[in-house]
T-cell receptor
Framework: GENVEQHPSTLSVQEGDSAVIKCTYS??????FPWYKQELGKRPQLIID?????GEKKDQRIAVTLNKTAKHFSLHITETQPEDSAVYFC???????????FGKGTMLLVSP | NAGVTQTPKFQVLKTGQSMTLQCAQDMNHNSMYWYRQDPGMGLRLIYYSASEGTTDKGEVPNGYNVSRLNKREFSLRLESAAPSQTSVYFC????????????FGEGSRLTVL
């Protein structure tokens, strides 16, 4: 089955800095890579996703890049703000399977 | 439009007791899922139902059973609770397996003493 590794487990940045979270996956058949944000005490919510026919996708301050050859993908947050503080989960899956495999999460702390 | 609703939000059980977590979605989604979340372990899939009438095991199914009651409802049952099942449980749904955004419920915090 799929295995997703996520690093780092915690990340502390100053407001305005950039943050990068990296994930690797094992199954070359995976072709769908979403990122979820979970604020403290809340439910996970999708913030951005990318499919394997695309190398990069941006949405305002967040972007995701995908390297299928190396089997890794990354989340980039620019101009971080305190409200970006949360746990971020990457995931990987294949339209041929029924489920996603999640990474263990990264706790991002943005200090004012 | 409530999205995904799960009950109860909090529950304390004694070892050996049984309970059922209820989940309902009003988005006409075909697929529903039960995850557990433990510190440092991410979201681990317990069981899922790709469509009404089907259920399948996920990564950590031992000690749990599920029922897809109809298209809207998917319940998770602990027959004989153990302290290792202390966790936060999330129900989720999407329109079709692995084809897009998962919508999560608010979570149910279960403590087994």
């Amino acid at each position: 089955g799929e295995n997703v590794e996520q690093h780092p487990s915690t990340l502390s940045v100053q407001e305005g800095d950039s943050a990068v979270i990296k994930c690797t996956y094992s199954d070359s058949a995976s072709n769908y890579f979403p990122w979820y944000k979970q604020e403290l005490g809340k439910r996970p919510q999708l913030i951005i996703d990318i499919r394997s026919n695309v190398g990069e996708k941006k949405d305002q301050r967040i972007a995701v890049t995908l390297n299928k050859t190396a089997k890794h993908f990354s989340l980039h947050i620019t101009e971080t703000q305190p409200e970006d503080s949360a746990v971020y989960f990457c995931a990987a899956g294949d339209s041929g399977y029924s489920t996603l495999t999640f990474g263990k999460g990264t706790m991002l702390l943005v200090s004012p | 439009n409530a999205g995904v609703t799960q009950t109860p939000k909090f529950q304390v059980l004694k070892t050996g007791q049984s309970m059922t977590l209820q989940c309902a979605q009003d988005m006409n989604h075909n697929s529903m899922y039960w995850y557990r979340q433990d510190p440092g372990m991410g979201l681990r899939l317990i069981y899922y139902s790709a469509s009404e009438g089907t259920t399948d095991k996920g990564e950590v199914p031992n000690g749990y059973n599920v029922s897809r009651l109809n298209k809207r409802e998917f319940s998770l049952r602990l027959e004989s609770a153990a302290p290792s099942q202390t966790s936060v449980y999330f129900c989720a749904s999407n329109i079709r397996s692995n084809t897009g955004e998962l919508f999560f419920g608010e979570g149910s915090r279960l403590t087994v003493l």
